[in-house]
């Protein structure tokens, strides 16, 4: 951090280099990372927004490859259920979209998430801590997520199966649909405070998915999926692989509460 031109070199040899709009010119902001007009601005950098992008940038980071795995494992178990044929279990707009319009809105509007008022935040400087001992992104939250992906991969691979016997024709419709809900819901579950534009999303990507039932006929038997046995066989299949790792997690914050579930109202 620095507030003059003989502070340049130091602010770009910075991991992050924080400048002062001072006495001694802009030299100094022109090239850091983040301008300030105050010093007294700096508390408000490091302890609200640098800790709000950190959390955000890991959540979203982790998220990413839960999504991109997930559906691996669907399609590893789907290979090998029928004799590893090299045919994808979702091909065209279905492999498109699942990372772009019927995913994309909610995963990203993760980064609005709030997990304490900024408030708290600056009363209780010491929650910057536990971002320094890289509790948020680490091994373990990472193995966390990829358990998380195998299984839930693996329950709606699986018990669609198992519900729909007599179905295999609409299995890609089926296991896309558990798809879509359960991480629809896994977005749901990692939010600490609602923001509108939360719900919007996903309301809005509910409503192309529907409509995507409809009008992708190549994909989806409409006189199928209208019909009872289609919605609660669903319904049974994404409470299967969301509800488990939703209940571990909610009893594992019970007995091992989280630093910032102490201030939380």
């Excluded at 509007?109 to 992104?137: C, H, I, N, W």
């Excluded at 016997?165 to 609409?170: G, P, T, V």
């Excluded at 019909?227 to 209940?247: D, E, N, Q, R, Y």
């Amino acid at each position: 951090m620095g507030d003059g031109g003989n502070d340049v070199s130091m602010i770009q040899a910075a991991d992050v280099g924080v400048g002062l709009v001072g006495k001694e010119g802009k030299q100094a902001s022109l090239a850091a990372d983040f301008s300030l007009l105050q010093f007294s601005y700096l508390s408000r950098l490091l302890l609200w927004h640098g800790r709000n992008s950190y959390q955000r940038s890991a959540k979203l980071a982790q998220f990413v490859i839960h999504r991109g795995l997930i559906i691996s494992v669907i399609q590893v178990l789907f290979s090998s259920i029928f004799f590893f044929i090299a045919l994808p279990v979702f091909q065209g707009m279905l492999s498109v979209g699942y990372s772009t319009y019927y995913t994309m809105l909610p995963v990203f509007a993760l980064v609005l998430d709030e997990e304490l008022p900024e408030k708290t935040v600056f009363q209780y400087p010491e929650l910057y801590e536990s971002l320094k001992r890289g509790r948020v992104m680490s091994a373990k939250t990472f193995f966390g997520w990829v358990w998380k992906s195998i299984y839930q991969g693996a329950v709606i691979m699986l018990v669609s199966i198992l519900l729909f016997e007599s179905s295999f024709i609409n299995i890609v419709a089926i296991t896309f649909t558990s798809l879509i809900f359960s991480e629809l819901l896994n977005v749901a579950s990692e939010i600490h405070s609602w923001h509108y534009l939360m719900v919007v999303a996903e309301a809005v990507t509910i409503f192309i998915y529907v409509l995507s039932l409809f009008a992708l006929k190549g994909y989806f038997d409409t006189m199928f999926i209208m019909t009872w046995t289609f919605l609660w066989k669903v319904c049974v299949i994404v409470l299967a692989s969301w509800g488990p790792p939703h209940v571990f997690k909610m009893v594992r914050r019970i007995i091992r509460p989280p630093q910032y579930s102490k201030l939380a109202d």
